[in-house]
T-cell receptor
Framework: AQSVTQLGSHVSVSEGALVLLRCNYS??????LFWYVQYPNQGLQLLLK??????LVKGINGFEAEFKKSETSFHLTKPSAHMSDAAEYFC????????????FGQGTRLTINP | GAGVSQSPRYKVAKRGQDVALRCDPI?????LFWYQQALGQGPEFLTY????????KSGLPSDRFFAERPEGSVSTLKIQRTQQEDSAVYLC????????????FGQGTRLTVV
């Protein structure tokens, strides 16, 4: 069975500071990994995905994530936080690279301090 | 339509009442997913359709939950005899046939059972 653990339900950073959101996964097969963002009262929007090509994946809004098999991690980073990055972020894993059944983590709420 | 549309956006039901939640996927998308997102949690998979066929319903929590997509387009999630633990946001997502595609999420229906 697949599972995702997001370390830290709340992360707070200053505007302009580095953003680091942690995600560890468990999967019995080579995983496909995703990061989604959810703004208040909105649906989920895909930030980026890992599908076994490059281990460093670049997404929208300046976010990127690195797949590290040895650490079973897929942490999300952004060099410089912007106020508009404040949202809930979800890491997810799938057995398929297509949009199949996703297993989500519990989410990390990112707050940006001015 | 331009995106996945869900209705109603908000629903308050008395315990024991039946409810029906509607999802209009993006036109032409063959895959449709339902997820349940409890407060403060990540979304959890409920069921998956490919066209009108329900290929996976392993996430439906009880036989009070029923989903259909009779013409391979609009889908309805029905919950019979609602209970307080059914209170959650119900998210619908759709994706196209092509591999390596992403799922597009609707804004969700927030169900509150009182």
């Amino acid at each position: 069975a697949q599972s995702v653990t997001q370390l830290g339900s709340h992360v707070s950073v200053s505007e302009g500071a580095l953003v680091l959101l942690r995600c560890n996964y468990s999967s019995s097969v080579p995983p496909y990994l995703f990061w989604y963002v959810q703004y208040p009262n909105q649906g989920l929007q895909l930030l980026l995905k890992y599908t076994s090509a490059a281990t460093l994946v670049k997404g929208i809004n300046g976010f990127e994530a690195e797949f590290k098999k040895s650490e079973t991690s897929f942490h999300l980073t952004k060099p410089s936080a912007h106020m508009s990055d404040a949202a809930e972020y979800f890491c997810a894993v799938s057995e398929n690279q297509g949009a199949q059944k996703l297993v989500f983590g519990q989410g990390t709420r990112l707050t940006i301090n001015p | 339509g331009a995106g996945v549309s869900q209705s109603p956006r908000y629903k308050v039901a008395k315990r024991g009442q039946d409810v029906a939640l509607r999802c209009d996927p993006i036109s032409g998308h063959v895959s449709l997913f339902w997820y349940q997102q409890a407060l403060g949690q990540g979304p959890e998979f409920l069921t998956y359709f490919q066209n009108e066929a329900q290929l996976d319903k392993s996430g439906l929590p009880s036989d009070r939950f029923f989903a259909e997509r009779p013409e391979g387009s609009v889908s309805t999630l029905k919950i019979q005899r609602t209970q307080q633990e059914d209170s959650a946001v119900y998210l619908c997502a759709s994706s196209s046939r092509e591999a390596n595609t992403e799922a597009f999420f609707g804004q969700g229906t927030r169900l509150t059972v009182v």
